[in-house]
């Protein structure tokens, strides 16, 4: 069965420092993976995904995400982190092939401090 | 504008109650899906649908009905509403694929009291 694992429930940045927020997948054959964001009170926003091609994707607001097939991982990255990126991120694997399910990670809350 | 329309956005069941959450898209989507939110859980997948007339479970989906008569609605039931089920309710829908993302609704916050 697919599984998302988020491995931190909490991420604090200073403001202009790089963020990392990690994330690791389980699935069958190759994924898709999807990065989403949530503000406060707000749905779930579509950041960026990887489908196929290169391993680094880039997506909304700077953000970018880096596929690693051999250690199942699709962490999501920023150079220079912003008060305003402070939300809950989710990460989501879905298998390949028609009607596949989306599963998300538990989600894991940003902090960007000033 | 384009997208999943979720009604209502706020709801308030006594437990017994049965309720019907609406979800409506507009972008011809064959994918439409439920999931709910609970603190520290992340998005958990009720159900979902890859057409009409065709539904399935997803990993929680003890307590909830649903069924796809048209392309467009997928309407999510509780037939016998519990606290339990106090939770944040998104439906979400994208073409079967996938590889264009996925379309979130705005929500509905449900309490069971």
């Known amino acids: 069965a697919q599984s998302v694992a988020q491995p931190e429930d909490q991420v604090n940045v200073a403001e202009g420092n790089p963020l990392t927020v990690k994330c690791t997948y389980s699935?069958?054959?190759?994924?898709?993976l999807f990065w989403y964001v949530q503000y406060p009170n707000r749905g779930l926003q579509f950041l960026l995904k990887?489908?196929?091609?290169?391993?680094l994707v880039k997506g909304s607001y700077g953000f970018e995400a880096e596929f690693n097939k051999s250690q199942t991982s699709f962490h999501l990255k920023k150079p220079s982190a912003l008060v305003s990126d402070s939300a809950l991120y989710f990460c989501?694997?879905?298998?390949?092939?028609?009607?596949?399910?989306?599963?998300f990670g538990q989600g894991t809350e940003l902090s960007v401090k000033p | 504008n384009a997208g999943v329309t979720q009604t209502p956005k706020f709801q308030v069941l006594k437990t017994g109650q049965s309720m019907t959450l609406q979800c409506a898209q507009d972008?011809?989507?064959?994918?439409m899906s439920w999931y709910r939110q609970d603190p520290g859980m992340g998005l958990r997948l009720i159900h979902y649908?890859?057409?009409?007339?065709?539904?399935d479970q997803g990993e929680v989906p003890n307590g909830y009905n649903v069924s796809r008569s048209t392309t467009e609605d997928f309407p999510l039931r509780l037939l016998s509403a519990a606290p339990s089920q106090t939770s944040v309710y998104f439906c979400?829908?994208?073409?079967?694929?996938?590889?264009?993302?996925?379309?979130f609704g705005s929500g509905t916050r449900l309490t069971v009291v």
């Open positions: 979400a829908s994208s073409d079967l694929q996938g590889t264009y993302g996925y379309t």
């Open positions: 699935v069958s054959g190759n994924p898709y």
């Open positions: 990887y489908i196929t091609g290169d391993n």
């Open positions: 989501a694997v879905r298998e390949r092939g028609q009607g596949g399910k989306l599963i």
């Open positions: 972008m011809n989507h064959e994918y």
């Open positions: 649908s890859v057409g009409a007339g065709i539904t």
